[in-house]
C-alpha cells in the first residue's frame, strides 16, 4: 500500500478495552464498515486509549498531527456516564465545530432507540483532518456512519485533506458540481 494513500485513524475509547479487560468490538465494526463502502486505497490505523478527555486529546493530537490522519473515527465515550469524556476531549483540540454530523447522527440513532437522545456524537475540523466520534457499540456505528458518511468525502475536500471516494451501492458520496 502507498505510503501516501489517505489515513483513515480509528480510535476507540474504552477503559475496559484498553486493560485488556473487554475485546473490542466498536473498532473492528467500523474499520469493517469502511472498508466496505470506502473503494480509495487507504490505510488504516487502529489504536485503543483508556477513557478521560486528556488522555482522548492526547491521541487525537498524535494522530493528526504526528500521523497526518485525514479522517478520525472515535468509538466510545460519548455517553452521560461521569468517565464519558470524549466530546470533551474534541472540543479542546479542534478548530472548526460541525454540529450538523451528531444531529444527523442523533436523528437517525433516535428512529432506532429511545436512548439516543443520550449520545453525545459530534465533529470537528483540525487542520486538514476531520474527527467524527461515534458510539461504541458496532450496530450504532453503523447507524450513524450511513447518516453522515455521505458527506464526509466532500468536507475532505474542503479542508485539503487526501480524497476518497465510496462505492455508491453502498454509500453515494455526495459532491456538489
Known amino acids: 500500500m502507498s ?10 475509547v474504552s477503559d475496559r478495552a484498553s ?10 465494526a ?3 464498515w469502511l472498508r466496505r463502502v470506502v ?3 487507504v490505510r488504516i490505523l487502529r489504536r485503543i486509549v483508556p477513557d478521560g478527555s486528556e488522555t482522548v486529546a492526547a491521541a487525537l493530537r498524535g494522530l493528526v498531527d504526528a500521523e497526518g490522519a485525514d479522517l478520525v473515527l472515535v468509538t466510545g465515550g460519548t455517553g452521560p456516564a461521569p468517565r464519558d469524556e470524549t466530546p470533551e476531549a474534541v472540543a479542546a483540540v479542534i478548530d472548526k465545530h460541525l454540529p450538523g454530523f451528531g444531529e444527523a447522527m442523533r ?5 432506532e432507540v429511545p436512548t439516543a437522545i443520550l449520545s453525545r456524537q459530534d ?3 483540525r487542520g486538514r483532518s476531520l474527527i467524527i466520534t461515534l ?3 458496532p450496530a450504532a456505528i453503523a447507524t450513524c456512519l450511513d447518516a453522515v458518511f455521505r458527506a464526509v468525502p466532500y468536507c475532505l475536500d474542503l479542508i485539503g485533506a487526501a480524497r476518497i471516494e465510496t462505492d455508491p451501492a453502498h454509500c453515494a458520496a455526495f459532491r456538489p458540481k
Open 39 to 41: 473503494v480509495s486505497q
Open 135 to 137: 458510539p461504541g457499540k
Open 123 to 125: 465533529a470537528g475540523i
Open 3 to 12: 505510503a501516501d494513500a489517505p489515513l483513515i485513524a480509528i480510535l476507540v
Open 107 to 111: 436523528l437517525a440513532s433516535l428512529a
Open 19 to 28: 486493560r485488556g479487560e473487554y475485546e473490542d468490538r466498536g473498532g473492528p
Open 30 to 32: 467500523a474499520e469493517e
